[in-house]
């Protein structure tokens, strides 16, 4: 069975720090992709970034980037020089890659950016 | 704004009421995902289709229905509403199946009275 957990419930980071946060998984699969979201107040669903299970390098997209560590199962969310509008709901999921794409999300982390 | 729409924004009906929910995906994308969001339950993957063949299936109830029509738009059917079925319902399209970014619709919330 497939799970994704996300331990940090929420956070309170100092703007422009770093914040990483947390997100471990269990899947038996050996082809599967990690996503990470963001979700504003306004309710969207906001891609950030992905990182598929056999990618060498950790996976970057401007201000963010992703912790991967495959043989901890752990795919962290790492956001550099935070801002006040990184202040949000982020939600860690999986997908597998074999039969079937079903997704699983975590439960989120609520971010409170503090100026 | 990711492309995706979704119609109707909000929506108010009583139990055991039918109510259907459009989703048209990105110019291109040929996957579409249902997802359902409440405060009780978090995010629940729903079910995907690929173009027009439904391709995973996750938490969803026998009352649901949904299909992705030739012109890839895709609706889902919710029947015999119950007050737990309040939400809001995301769709997402992706252009492969399973890879990489998948882009969110804007949602429909769903309050059943």
């Known amino acids: 069975a497939q799970k994704i957990t996300q331990t940090q419930p929420g956070m309170f980071v100092q703007e422009k720090e770093a914040v990483t946060l947390d997100c471990t998984y269990d899947?038996?699969?050996?082809?599967?992709?990690l996503f990470w979201y963001k979700q504003p107040s306004s309710g969207e669903m906001i891609f950030l970034i992905y990182?598929?299970?056999?990618?060498?390098q950790n996976a970057t997209e401007g201000r963010y980037s992703l912790n991967f560590q495959k043989a901890r199962k752990s795919a962290n969310l790492v956001i550099s020089a935070s801002q006040l509008g990184d202040s949000a709901m982020y939600f860690c999921?999986?997908?597998?890659?074999?039969?079937?794409?079903?997704?699983?999300f975590g439960k989120g982390t609520r971010l409170h950016i503090l100026p | 704004d990711s492309g995706v729409t979704q119609t109707p924004k909000h929506l108010i009906t009583a139990t055991g009421q039918r109510v259907t929910l459009r989703c048209s995906p990105r110019?291109?994308?040929?996957?579409v995902y249902w997802y359902q969001q409440s405060l009780d339950q978090g995010l629940q993957f729903l079910i995907q289709?690929?173009?027009?063949?439904?391709?995973a299936k996750g938490n969803i109830l026998e009352r649901f229905s949904a299909q992705q029509f030739p012109d890839l738009h895709s609706e889902l059917n919710l029947s015999s509403l119950e007050l737990g079925d309040s939400a809001l319902y995301f769709c997402?399209?992706?252009?492969?199946?399973?890879?990489?970014?998948?882009?969110f619709g804007p949602g429909t919330r769903l309050t059943v009275l």
């Open positions: 110019s291109g994308d040929l996957s």
């Open positions: 899947t038996s699969d050996q082809s599967y992709g």
């Open positions: 289709y690929y173009n027009g063949e439904e391709r």
């Open positions: 997402a399209s992706s252009e492969r199946t399973g890879r990489g970014e998948q882009f």
């Open positions: 999921a999986l997908v597998s890659m074999n039969r079937d794409d079903k997704i699983i």
């Open positions: 990182q598929g299970s056999y990618d060498e």
